[in-house]
């Protein structure tokens, strides 16, 4: 399918499964412990596939093990956006979540930030002309390629230009901040974006990064 989906070379993304099982037992006991335990199990079956296989691997497990709930009911806020470990212990989140999430594991199984980004969307509800805030994932093939979408809403990973429903309005990953459909890079991340700084700082205390 052209460019980029072959395996990627490049070697996984660092962490500690010690210290992640420590503070997924610390926080969320047993049950969380086992999700944890699947999603290393997760990591191990698609290490050497192709980048296809990851995608969908990972697309399918968040969105089969986490159940959309608004964050005020999860969290007590407004707007909350979790590391894939506080995802995976409460199996409850919201859009920004599973994102984050697929975006931390692909980064695990390799696949480097310059092929991933979150995207804030407006999205359109259905047939009407309503629209919501949302984030997906996309998979990029080259920096200025149509991504993929990774979604919670659509459960089939389909190119951008089929997903009519969404309209980009900005897309981040950990090394830059990208307006609309602009290929250069406009800002840092951990500086323009407050939750996402605050994701960063608490996946190192648990033991992701």
Same mark, same amino acid.
């Given at each position: 399918?052209?460019?980029?989906?072959?395996?990627?070379p +490049?070697?996984?993304?660092?962490?500690?499964?010690?210290?992640l099982?420590?503070?997924?037992?610390? !926080?969320?006991? %047993? &049950?969380?412990l086992?999700?944890?335990?699947?999603w290393?199990?997760?990591?191990?079956?698609?290490?050497?596939?192709d980048?296809q296989?990851?995608?969908?691997?990972?697309?399918?497990?968040f969105?089969?093990?986490?159940r959309?709930?608004?964050d005020?009911?999860v969290?007590?806020?407004?707007?909350?956006?979790?590391t894939?470990?506080?995802?995976?212990?409460?199996?409850q989140g919201d859009c920004?979540?599973?994102s984050?999430?697929?975006?931390?594991?692909?980064?695990q199984?390799?696949? +480097?930030?310059?092929y991933l980004?979150?995207i804030?969307?407006?999205a359109r509800?259905?047939?009407? !002309?309503?629209? %919501? &805030?949302?984030?997906?994932?996309?998979?990029?093939?080259?920096?200025d390629?149509?991504?993929?979408?990774?979604?919670n809403i659509?459960p089939s990973?389909?190119?951008?230009s089929?997903?009519?429903?969404l309209?980009p309005?900005?897309s981040?990953?950990?090394?830059g901040?990208?307006a609309?459909g602009?290929?250069e890079?406009?800002?840092d991340?951990l500086a323009r974006l407050?939750r996402?700084?605050?994701?960063?700082?608490r996946?190192?205390?648990?033991?992701?990064?």
């Amino acid at each position: 399918m052209g460019a980029g989906f072959g395996i990627h070379p +490049t070697p996984a993304a660092a962490f500690d499964p010690q210290r992640l099982r420590q503070s997924m037992q610390q !926080q969320y006991g %047993q &049950a969380g412990l086992s999700v944890l335990e699947e999603w290393f199990s997760l990591l191990q079956q698609l290490q050497n596939k192709d980048v296809q296989a990851q995608l969908r691997g990972v697309n399918d497990f968040f969105n089969r093990r986490i159940r959309w709930i608004d964050d005020i009911q999860v969290w007590g806020q407004e707007d909350y956006w979790a590391t894939p470990l506080e995802a995976m212990g409460k199996g409850q989140g919201d859009c920004e979540d599973y994102s984050i999430a697929k975006y931390i594991t692909l980064k695990q199984l390799g696949v +480097t930030s310059r092929y991933l980004r979150m995207i804030y969307v407006r999205a359109r509800i259905g047939r009407s !002309q309503i629209t %919501q &805030a949302h984030m997906v994932l996309g998979y990029y093939s080259a920096p200025d390629a149509e991504p993929l979408v990774l979604d919670n809403i659509v459960p089939s990973i389909t190119p951008a230009s089929q997903r009519t429903d969404l309209d980009p309005l900005f897309s981040f990953n950990s090394d830059g901040l990208w307006a609309g459909g602009s290929s250069e890079s406009r800002a840092d991340p951990l500086a323009r974006l407050s939750r996402w700084r605050s994701v960063i700082e608490r996946m190192q205390t648990q033991g992701f990064l």
